[in-house]
């Protein structure tokens, strides 16, 4: 098998490193940016931002029309990255998303027509209308940053980040994610409703037509030295240890199906680090761990039906397991 390595926007220097003052200060425009055409979810927000310092994918889930897919070209005008879109259906086929070999007649040979993927942020829209033969055509794309077609391997441009979004009704016709997909994803944020006054302020911007362009507040090369800075974060043993409880009680849990794997206490060291960054601290505290483990979590476990039917979730079982187990101070 042949590699051919990605010539497009995005190809970034992965040595250079800024301070975590210059994170800090530059994160906070990014998130004022967002914030002038985005109404609220700032909580949001800050996790998304800590998922693409994380170099880790996204999945947005809500009901239609609370700016989900507003949300992910938002960061990507902000970031000044290359962004792609893909419209996701029943009938997607795994080409729609990689690309294909097509015959060129004059010359007598085939080209390779890059397909979607190629680009720093992609944002696949409704992900669970995609068949599973499709969806499956997106695991090497998100873990090895490749694709690989007919023996030739690709490397996709650098940094590359995948923003989901899913609808939790309308279930018909719709592919659950398999569980080997979900646990690519870094963070499942669930987007609700606004706040009445949220929503006043979100008609009243329409109304009145306020300007939506945005300030370009960095590049690839940028984003790839942001991820490097972030993992020079300093992170105790004790830490360390505290993360791993926490994974391992969701695998002892009588109440869980399935725990997390250890791909999940790497996810929550990971995130925990560039939340440190991003609040301008060097090192990782215990509340950096705590504040970031729903979001890490409640796609990867899956509770005993019993659990289920006296109406615990995800979220419940995860704050009990914060509580029960030992904080380092």
Known sequence: ?????????????????????????????????????????????????????????????????????????????????????????????????????????????????????????????????CPPKSQSALLEVMEERQVSIEGVTRKLPRPFLIVATQNPVEQEGTYPLPEAQLDRFMFRLILGYPTDSEEVEIVRRKHIGMATDLRVLADPNTIITMQNTCRTVFIEEDIINYIRDIVVRTRNDPQILLGGSPRASLVLMSASKSRAAMLNRDYVVPEDVRKLCVQTLNHRLILKPEAELEGLTVQRIVSKILGEVDCPR
Request: aromatic share 6%; charged share 20%; glycine share 6%.
């Open 1 to 129: 098998m042949t590699t051919e390595d990605a010539t497009d926007q995005g190809q970034a220097d992965v040595s250079q490193v800024m301070t975590i003052q210059e994170v800090h200060d530059l994160t906070t425009e990014i998130i004022k940016e967002c914030n002038r055409v985005i109404v609220g979810k700032t909580d949001i927000l800050m996790e998304v931002l800590i998922a693409f310092l994380s170099n880790g994918h996204v999945v947005l889930e809500g009901v239609p029309g609370i700016a989900k897919t507003y949300m992910a070209r938002t960061f990507a005008s902000i970031l000044g990255c290359a962004f792609k879109r893909i419209q996701l259906t029943v009938d997607t086929l795994p080409a729609d998303l990689l690309g294909s070999n097509v015959f060129n007649q004059k010359s007598g040979e085939f080209w390779y027509r890059k397909g979607p993927v190629f680009a720093n942020l992609v944002l696949a829209d409704e992900i669970n209308r």
